[in-house]
């Protein structure tokens, strides 16, 4: 036992050092965080659809919790990471949260209605924004989707949040969408902001820099933002309206050479040309949203988060023959740092906690299936958790040793030794695992109509059993996903 302690404390130390020099000299490139919004009338079924792959360097674990409704006193406030405080509301929403401990914008949020929050990092130019007590960060998309109704009224919260105290990072876009409509926030480093909401007839791509550009702040349908978002660039000498011509926030705000940079342009040039099904050269400037050549379903989206370039100029692997995609293609979609890929499925039609779907990809997509997790769960599977909510919120920054300690019985190891596994034969695995996958898929889409309809007819009369029965149901996909991994490596 006690050289087991040992080794579990070599492996945490390993990995907060990590941490550390990551996020002081990573590259840009090196982030690869992506993500995918398709309006309501651009989607095959009406849905709004939001997907993401996050991406995160060292050893990471991801917890599930449904976290409930909560009532609070009208003196209680919120602690921020570097020391300010928040006042707390009368009640917070209930929420679906997925866990990444010790990270600060890693994490990913469905509220009670339906709103879903994911983000990718973005880079500004602001060296010297303004913060109030040491500005905020983590507790940002928590505090959206504890307080919203809608992706908006999100947008809404979180600009008066960045005003109010400041955004501690250098630059980041939050992905927002509910069953209604999708926005980007793109928050700078100090109190700067700007929204866009993506049309209804369009699918907007975003990988890890600005996509924002010309904006219109009196248009307060489409657009959201700091009333000096442009006065405060001419002061500091970014922007001269008589010589650069409109207002175009991406380039204005984002770091120098985060737009063109390599990894980047690959990832947005690669989504767009599979979502539009058009042929874009690398070199084009990538508009904030297009009209694809046809409706997008849900194995489009998951098609964009599996890809590693395949069949183009940037795959080097000549279709696995000469290797792993992960060893021969740089900044893939589907990257080796990625944690977990999930698509909402936003149904305004359906009650929220039926009309909700989540499906969730754990650790790679490309190795893994998309499982699917209705908003209405009471509960997760134990061991697709550690501890329980309240615990995972007060050790957010200090987790117990153990959880990364792959030996545990938690479900995340199984999906991570299955992709390591694929990763030693890529070639011959992919293949054989993706036709299993794509078996566990099918069953599951087709299964979605029936069990809806059922819950449907239970709905009015008895909500109680409905959320039974979408425990029940989701608990058993995440379990049968679990075990079918598990099987899957165990071949070998």
């Avoid at 009209?291 to 183009?312: A, M, N, Q």
Wanted: with cysteine; glycine share 6%; aromatic share 12%.
């Amino acid at each position: 036992m006690k050289c087991k302690r040992i080794t579990i404390l070599i492996v945490l130390f390993g990995f907060l050092s990590f941490q550390n020099i990551a996020s002081q000299t990573l590259p840009d490139q090196q982030f690869n965080c992506f993500s995918i919004i398709v309006g309501k009338d651009a989607s095959s079924d009406g849905s709004v659809f939001l997907a993401h792959n996050e991406d995160d360097h060292g050893l990471q674990i991801v917890n599930m919790y449904q976290v409930p409704a909560l009532q609070h006193n009208k003196t209680d406030s919120i602690q921020l990471k570097n020391g300010g405080k928040v006042p707390q509301v009368e009640k917070t929403n209930s929420y679906i949260w997925f866990q990444m401990p010790q990270m600060d914008v890693s994490d990913s949020y469905i509220n009670e209605y339906g709103v879903v929050i994911v983000s990718d990092a973005c880079g500004s130019r602001e060296t010297d924004g303004e913060l109030k007590d040491g500005g905020i960060i983590y507790w940002f998309r928590r505090l959206m989707a504890e307080r919203s109704r809608s992706a908006k009224e999100a947008v809404k919260i979180g600009g008066k949040l960045i005003e109010e105290y400041g955004y501690a990072s250098s630059g980041r876009t939050y992905a927002i969408a509910d069953a209604n409509e999708g926005w980007m926030l793109s928050a700078v480093y100090g109190k700067h902001w700007v929204a866009q909401r993506v049309p209804d007839d369009q699918v907007a791509v975003i990988p890890n820099c600005y996509t924002i550009g010309e904006i219109d702040l009196s248009d307060t349908t489409n657009f959201l933002g700091s009333p000096d978002i442009i006065d405060y660039a001419i002061q500091k000498g970014w922007y001269n309206p008589e010589i650069d011509g409109k207002f175009h926030f991406a380039k204005v705000y984002s770091k120098p050479g985060s737009r063109r940079n390599p990894g980047n342009v690959h990832r947005m040039w690669r989504g767009v040309c599979l979502i539009s099904q058009k042929d874009f050269q690398i070199e084009d400037e990538f508009p904030f949203s297009i009209k694809p050549k046809k409706k997008i379903s849900i194995k489009d989206l998951v098609r964009v988060l599996r890809d590693h370039y395949e069949g183009t100029e940037l795959d080097n692997t000549n279709n696995y023959r000469l290797g792993n995609p992960y060893k021969l293609n740089k900044s893939t979609i589907c990257s080796r740092t990625t944690q977990y890929g999930i698509i909402a499925q936003l149904r305004s039609w359906l009650p929220a906690e039926i009309g909700t779907v989540v499906w969730f990809a754990p650790h790679r997509p490309d190795s893994q299936a998309l499982i699917p997790i209705y908003l209405g769960i009471n509960h997760f599977p134990e061991n697709f958790y550690y501890e329980n909510f309240e615990f995972a919120i007060a050790h957010h920054y200090d987790p117990p040793a153990y959880y990364y300690d792959q030996e545990q019985n938690h479900a995340f190891w199984t999906f991570v030794e299955l992709a390591h596994w694929v990763d030693d034969d890529y070639a011959t695995r992919i293949k054989n695992v993706r036709a299993e996958w794509d078996k566990f898929e099918n069953i599951a889409f087709t299964k979605q109509k029936k069990f809806e309809k059922k819950l449907l007819k239970m709905y009015k009369s008895d909500p109680v059993s409905v959320r039974e029965a979408i425990t029940h149901y989701t608990t058993e996909w995440l379990e049968n996903a679990r075990q079918k991994a598990k099987s899957l490596t165990e071949e070998k």
